[in-house]
Every structure is written in C-alpha cells, then in structure tokens.
Nanobody, 130 residues
Framework: QVQLVESGGGSVQSGGSLRLSCAAR????????MGWFRQAPGKEREGVAV???????TYTDSVKGRFTIYQDKAKTTMYLDMDIVLPEDTALYYC????????????????????????WGQGTQVTVSS
C-alpha cells in the first residue's frame, strides 16, 4: 500500500525559509501525480503545488515565485522549498499522490483538486510568525 510521510514543518519568522519533505513508500514517482496541499484553521484544504513524473509543475498563484516543488526519484522523496514565507502560509501541510494515466498534462489538468488525490500523508504543521 502507498505510504506518504511528511517532515520538516515547524515555526519560522515571516520572510524566512523552510523545506518540507515527503517520503514515499511502495510506489514509483513516474506513475503518479504528487502534490502539496495545506489547510489553515477554519478554511478549506487548498492545493499548493503539483508535480508529475516528468517534473512538470503547477503552483497556486499565492506561492508562485516563493515555493518550489521537486522530486528526488532516487530517494523517492518529494520536497517543497518554501522561501519568503508569510503569516498567511501558516497551515497544516499535506503530501498527496494519485495514479497518473498516460495522458498529456494529466496532473496539471487536475487543477490541484484535493478530491482527485487518493493517497495522503498525516500532515506537518507550518507556523509563520510576523
């Protein structure tokens, strides 16, 4: 069974940086869409960034230019580098995955809809102080 384990969350001051990691077990990155989602208290879960097996990425507008999603396939680990963090980035961050058929731009077409992703990690808290 697919397992996803996040790490790297914590507390950081506004303007600082943080790196989240997602260790994937029992599947091959190239066959999946991988993504980072977040949920702040009282708000719905939202997509942050998605990456496919070829390294094509999609970001939500609020993090473009600040966050970077990437994979280390040899380590079967996905990362989210968070730079210039803001208090509004405070949330519980989740790693997620879904099997990807051989359709061009399939992962991007999901539009980071959380309901499309079937595998989830337990989440890691990120708190940004002003």
């Amino acid at each position: 069974q697919v397992q996803l384990v996040e790490s790297g969350g914590g507390s950081v001051q506004s303007g600082g940086s943080l790196r989240l990691s997602c260790a994937a077990r029992r599947f091959t990155f190239s066959n999946y869409c991988m993504g980072w989602f977040r949920q702040a208290p009282g708000k719905e879960r939202e997509g942050v960034a998605v990456i496919d097996g070829d390294g094509v990425t999609t970001y939500t507008d609020s993090v473009k230019g600040r966050f970077t999603i990437y994979q280390d396939k040899a380590k079967t680990t996905m990362y989210l580098d968070m730079d210039i963090v803001l208090p509004e980035d405070t949330a519980l961050y989740y790693c997620a995955a879904v099997e990807a058929p051989l359709i061009v731009n399939y992962c991007s077409r999901l539009n980071m809809a959380s309901g499309e992703f079937g595998y989830w990690g337990q989440g890691t808290q990120v708190t940004v102080s002003s």
